[in-house]
């Protein structure tokens, strides 16, 4: 499978960044990407103070490429570079070389399973 990680530094980003974050993947993102062409699944990793990142997985090499050369002409202006003030600190292509399903499933929603003051 045919993997890309776009990373944000979060070092010094105004308080309340993460926060606004989740809003955004929650409301917007998570549904535009529902229904992106080729994407096989993307998950939105965070470490608080630290980064923020998108990880896609797609059907083909050819997705990822297109994918990844939109994304790149388009960094600058990115609704996650606007809400961190910062554009992305690595673009990086990747395979990922088996995915499994443990016994607990695999939950797909917009929505956090986090306490909502969590930052």
Known sequence: MFGLSIRWSLVG????????????????????????EGLRFKTWRAR?????EGTYVFVDAEARE?????????????PG?????????????????AVVRGPAGFRSAADFERRRDDD
Do not use: H, K, M, N
């Not at 980003?13 to 992106?36: C, I, K, N, Q």
């Not at 297109?66 to 990115?78: P, Y």
């Not at 570079?81 to 070389?97: H, S």
């Open 13 to 36: 980003a105004p308080p309340g960044t993460l926060g606004r974050l989740r809003t955004y993947v929650e409301d917007e993102s998570f549904r535009r990407f529902a229904g992106l």
């Open 48 to 52: 608080a103070d630290e980064w923020f």
């Open 66 to 78: 297109a994918f990844q050369r939109d994304f790149t002409e388009r960094a600058s202006t990115a």
């Open 81 to 97: 570079t606007e809400i961190i003030g910062a554009e992305p600190e690595l673009i990086e292509p990747f395979e990922v070389v």
